[in-house]
């Protein structure tokens, strides 16, 4: 039953998101009081996604460190200027948003970037590669490339924000590995595919509390608001785009540019909202909010583009 079901999921994973985005604003008072569940959520997706690698894996891919070097560069260099050009083109005299576009796309790779790779048959070692990394370079680089870009400093507890990271990634991706490496495969493969149908739940459960914490954002919807969304929906199809061209055009092969992709186009969203509400105006907070509720969405349907466009189809995607 639950292979039958993990396939029928993953064939609606482009209408949960959506659906989960409209649930979570509509039922917000309801819905908010689960927040405290989404880190526990996420180190379970995780763990369900670390499944299928292990140590030696990453030793290899540690050894080739050109596709997470490249990848770094598109989350903190090339898109962070790409939104701060297209902030002063679009907001000359709104420095709050502009500082807000760039804080969208500059915050660390998505957690569940690791899921979506995953499914869409990504390189899942890389992609948890490039996660950990990011998340530990992140307390340095966001400051520092902020600074640079708009000559203002953020304060931020580092501690507070490694350690919370470090549960909801590192712990559950090293237990995960863990399982792979020192079980029978047979296990190993047992568990993965039972806890995929939840992983893919998980999504949408994260998505609609997530919804749920932004929805008084959304109440009074004028044009500014209007002009904040398409700017941040057409960034993030740009992310996307980028992690692909660079992946095709560096001729690497199917299983890294899907993560790259993947990679490129998400953020950990949820985190960038807490920096954006904690140490600037709430102006600044709006596009990255804004975002929140764009991500789960275009990876959905980046999927089912690159499972129609690019992907070698398998028994699982038919």
Request: with cysteine; aromatic share 12%; hydrophobic share 55%.
């Amino acid at each position: 039953m639950l292979p039958t079901m993990n396939r029928l999921l993953q064939k609606l994973m482009p209408y949960i998101t959506p659906t989960a985005v409209v649930i979570g604003v509509i039922f917000s008072d309801m819905l908010e009081f689960f927040v405290f569940l989404v880190p526990w959520i996420f180190a379970f997706m995780t763990f369900s996604g670390s499944l299928g690698s292990n140590f030696h894996n990453l030793k290899n891919v540690l050894r080739n460190p050109l596709s997470i070097v490249l990848c770094l560069v598109i989350l903190h260099i090339i898109m962070p200027l790409i939104a701060y050009g297209t902030g002063l083109i679009i907001f000359p005299d709104d420095m709050n948003t502009v500082i807000g576009l760039i804080l969208s796309f500059l915050i660390p790779t998505g957690i569940t970037s690791l899921i979506w790779a995953a499914i869409y048959k990504g390189n899942v070692v890389l992609t948890l590669s490039i996660i950990l990394l990011d998340t530990l370079l992140s307390p340095l680089v966001v400051p520092f490339v902020l600074k640079f870009l708009v000559g203002n400093s953020i304060e931020m507890n580092v501690l507070d924000i490694m350690n919370g990271l470090i549960w909801m990634i590192v712990i559950p991706s090293l237990l995960g590995m863990l399982v792979n490496q020192f079980a029978k495969k047979e296990v190993t493969r047992t568990l993965e595919a039972n806890l995929a149908p939840f992983t893919k739940i998980g999504i949408g459960t994260v998505v609609a509390i997530n919804s749920s914490a932004v929805a008084p954002y959304f109440k009074n919807f004028d044009l500014k608001m209007t002009a904040i969304a398409v700017t941040v929906f057409s960034l993030a199809i740009v992310a996307y785009f980028i992690g692909f061209f660079f992946g095709k055009f560096m001729k690497m092969d199917q299983g890294t540019v899907v993560s790259l992709t993947f990679n490129s186009g998400m953020r950990n969203i949820s985190g960038g909202a807490v920096i954006a509400i904690t140490y600037f105006p709430a102006a600044v907070a709006v596009p990255v909010i804004v975002c929140m509720l764009f991500q789960q969405v275009l990876a959905s349907f980046t999927g089912s583009i690159l499972t129609k466009y690019y992907l070698e189809p398998t028994p699982e995607m038919t």
